[in-house]
């Protein structure tokens, strides 16, 4: 599991930075790591140049970005593009269908073509939720619709929206959860008959 500074459980105001404070200061620094640890913390490189695709950035009236029309619309040419169509295991995607960091459900739509393509889309497992946003986290984790980052590229603090609504982000939680235990169970224990698992409600 990789740690996202980005989104994270909420906090008091439903939004948080990924930043640390000095003791008794109200001044925040940004959070470096350094391969060595007595070495004080170094300034990290910034980007100078924008992404080609970021006139394709949205704000909210809130100011809240969006970026997920950055990568729309899916390439065509498979030069640019991962062959998924050459997976030879199980892949399980679990997609939120209101993530406006990522465009999930486009991204899930072209992966499961490729497969079909390929002749191998048995392989394939999708989980799509309406209404549920990025990052669909294990059961009873906090869902944040925005929260509060650092951009390295702008230099500046900036509210990334993630999407989703409360009760049906948590409820693709519980069932997302479930049903990856289950594909998990299915696919590494097959066999070997581990308990009594089953994929039909996939």
Known sequence: MSLDCGKKPEYLEGTHTCTRRKANSTQKEPLRLNRDSSQEPSEAPALTTSPPNAGKTRYTEEQQV?????????????????????????????????????PAHESATDMKEM???????????????????????????????ASLFESGRLRREVI???????????????????????????????????????????
């Not at 399980?92 to 960091?101: H, S």
Request: aromatic content about 8%; hydrophobic content about 40%.
């Open 66 to 102: 969006i970026y997920r029309d950055l990568p729309l619309p899916i390439p065509t040419d498979p030069a640019f593009k991962v062959d998924v169509g050459r997976i030879q295991c199980p892949l399980l995607l679990v997609v939120g269908e209101d993530d406006q960091n990522w």
């Open 115 to 145: 497969m079909e393509r390929a002749g191998n889309s048995h392989l394939l497992t999708v989980l799509s939720y309406p209404n549920a946003g990025h990052l669909i986290e294990p059961p009873y984790t906090l869902h944040s619709r």
């Open 160 to 202: 990334a929206l993630w999407g989703g609504e409360t009760v049906a982000h948590s409820h693709a939680q519980e069932d997302a959860w479930r049903k990856t235990l289950v594909f998990l169970r299915e696919n590494l224990y097959r066999g070997t008959n581990p308990g009594a698992a089953s994929v039909s409600n996939l």
